[in-house]
């Protein structure tokens, strides 16, 4: 420890008898204790990353009492029956990782329509055994554009399009008695520029001061640009954007890094981290257990690097994690961040030494390793990049998903394509080519999202439908290709169902919806084709779900399967290990997955369309596995299953 942070401690711990006396007061003994508690259990876990981001230019002990105070108010608010909640989920820490949890992920209004609709809705999702449902932005967006709802203006109101905020804490409610928890979108890197910080800060209010960042000239801009990507680079190239308003009114670029109505928010200033840290408590309030922090790895500028996962980030994440616990222990955090292997892990807490930080992160790098295996047909890429990943910490999970909302960005290292011998410029343009269906044998009805014409780059939208060839076959009426697009989506979903931690069914995917193109009569949404993967619910569709010979039946009832199996198989529970075998056939994705408490599990996936053989032998010594569910009858000769083309297998010690 240095000698700066000891001094912190020698302050702190001459405020602390102040601080736990108003706590006791304000809480009452029990609540106090509680609370007195958790305060110093996570104390190191304040004071330190606070330390480390503003050490240098503020009094920490000082920083840490006010925002220590802030989570106090917000312990008072808190209503009752998020109280228990706490005092269940104190009792239960480990909750979210059971696998009984289950995600569903959709827009409200093209889900439902409105909030006051949605509990009508929960039977539906309960079929699906879903235990966590992620509503996409539903905070008051600005006006018009809005970035399918990332740039808020208020995130203390609901979209007045989808309801009010006590529709809001309803649903929170009805999924609650369910079981079930909520989680929503923090968009903590940047607001809306009609959000009331931005505009406080335009006019100059003391209040608001250094909220934003912005530049009188383009020197430091253009420094920054230079080595930063850009995000959005067909409309939105560059980090910045001249607003007329800015600095007083002389003018000046303010940092965008996302479209130029989304200013990034200023984080070296601590006052920001207590306003955030004030609209999350007061999210955590209405019933919001599960938080999607989102974009988090721009949160810290740093000039000459690409501008992401730097340290400070990882400690402003710390912190907050921290200080929303202390106030409202039910709550979790999830990272967005879509980056590097190497750069994502860190995100849950495990660098040199291991700092709570978020509890689930998206694995960004299972989905991507699934696109490109089925791709190549070959899984060997998947097992290496996978197979090298560093451990999660043991009370974190990812959260497993196909698709999102979001484009897919070719997340292969150039070190992993080299070990297979492959450029990974090369390996990455042909996913590219092969999902926008441009590849010759491609079965994908994809499109390019953001291509950059300087360096080549692009993504990917379309729907998981879409992009596994059902949408192809269907047009073409060909119906063995239908076959095996939907053996391909039950395929993707069986390894995320049994990865490990929580899978996310993204709407739409239980029946197959295809790519949506009505975004394209919409002027605020023509521009951005992640529209495409964002459908309308199809309530008609659903209506066949429960018919085996229909397609919506047949994928609605592989996906019922997989989550009333996955509930009860304890090796699938999150918070241990998953390890990466080779079972003699590269066509093949393996994987073993133990819990203490439990034997072993291990699923096998076929990634391309010609059967493959796996050697039992090679399981030998993993105990006693027995078959738990499969695409298709189990066929074994001499210690040698034969896994048919796009087939799985779940296998477990009973
Ligand atoms: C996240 C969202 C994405 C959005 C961006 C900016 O990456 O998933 O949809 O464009 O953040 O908020």
Redesign the pocket.
Known sequence: MSERTRRVWTAWQERQPRLIADVLDALGRSEGTAFGTRLNVCLADLIEPLDAVYGGSTDIADLCERAVRIALAAAGARPEELRLLDRRREVDRDWFQRPRMQGYVCYTERFCEKLANLPEHIDYLAELGVTYLHLMPLLQPRPGEN??G??VMDYRAVDSRLGTMHDLEEVATALRSRDMSLCI?V?L??TAREHRWAQGWLTGDPAYADFYIAFPDRTIPDAFDATIPP?FPDRAPGSFTWVDAALGGTGGWVWT???PY?WDLNYANPDVLLAMLGEILWLANRGVEIFRM??VPFLWKRLGTNGLNQPETHSLMQALNGLVRLAAPATVFKA?A?VAPEDLVPYLGAHDRYRPECDLAYHNQLMVMLWSSLATKDAELARHALGRMDPIPPGTSWVTYVR???DIGWAVTDTDAASMGWNGFSHRRFLNDFYSGRYGDSFARGALFQQNPLTGDARISGTTAALCGIEDSLDRGDAAALEQGVRRLVLLYSVIYAFGGVPLLYMGDELALRNDRTYLDDPALAADN?WMHRPWMDWAAAGRRHDPETLEGRVFGWLQRLGAVRRDVLALRGGTDTVLLDVGDNKVLAWRRRHPRSGTFVGLANVADTDAVVDLGRLAGLGDLQPVLGSDPMEVTDGRLRLPALGFWWLAEP
């Open positions: 970035d399918g990332y740039a979108d968009v890197n940047h995000v890094t996302f479209w989304q989102d974009a967005e879509i999102g909302h979001d992640r």
